[in-house]
């Protein structure tokens, strides 16, 4: 819209140019036609010298129409020079409304580019928090994959130590029961504290047996 408005103008003031050229080919031309007429003024006056009171009454026309011209020129040289004067008057306000037009112009240019500018500058800030984000997130999950390493194979150390010991407490067992068996021959009446005794036996094997398949 401002270009526009910028160009509008600018034609506006080309032809207020082209119109001040024409009025001073106007007044030159009314010059030269003074200039031949006061020309033919004095070729009749060096002519008609001698009939000079014979042809007094043209010389009176001929005065009369030179003061009318000179009238007439004058009145086209005031009205020349202040239709220039306003013309010039309107091409310095039209300037000036230019010049004003293009300094907002460039301040809302700048404005928005200040304006890129800054949003620009938050972008890029916030891209660096996401980034700090993501290597602090990174570090906790290297950190993370190290203690889960770590606990694995101390996992793995309990579950070898629990299998050892089940392995033990088995054969402890068989060794019991094979005893128990064998006093069980010997002594009827102590056979059934033994059975109690190797279900207690069986019942810790089996709890035993779960914790080791939990962890």
């Known amino acids: 819209k401002h270009e526009a408005k910028i160009k509008s103008l600018t034609d506006y003031m080309q032809n207020m140019e082209q119109k001040r050229r024409q009025l001073e080919e106007s007044q030159d031309s009314l010059n030269e036609e003074l200039a031949k007429l006061r020309a033919q003024e004095k070729m009749h006056e060096v002519s ?3 009939k000079e009171k014979e042809h007094l009454t043209r010389l009176q026309d001929a005065e009369e129409m030179k003061k009318a011209l000179e009238q007439q020129m004058e009145s086209h040289r005031e009205a020349h020079q202040k239709q220039l004067s306003r013309l010039r008057d309107e091409i310095e ?4 409304i230019i010049d ?3 300094e907002y112009k460039l301040q ?3 404005e928005k580019l200040s304006a890129d500018y800054d949003k620009l500058k938050i972008e890029d800030q916030e891209r660096e928090m ?3 984000k993501l290597i602090l997130l990174n570090d906790k999950r290297e950190q993370a994959r190290e203690d889960l390493k770590g606990l694995e194979e101390t996992v793995a150390r309990e579950l070898q130590t629990l299998h050892n010991l089940r392995k033990l407490f088995v054969q402890d067992l068989t060794t019991r ?3 128990s068996v064998e006093l069980d021959s010997d002594d009827g009446g102590g056979s059934a ?3 109690q005794k190797i279900s207690f036996l069986e ?4 709890q035993l047996t779960k914790v080791h398949k939990q962890v």
Do not use: P, S
Not at 93 to 96: A, D, N, P, R, V
């Open 48 to 50: 008609f010298k001698d």
């Open 93 to 96: 306000e039209k300037q000036k």
């Open 100 to 102: 004003e037009i293009r």
């Open 108 to 110: 809302l240019e700048q």
């Open 130 to 132: 996401k980034l700090e």
């Open 177 to 179: 029961v094979k005893k």
């Open 193 to 195: 504290a033994q059975k």
């Open 203 to 206: 019942n810790n094997l089996e």
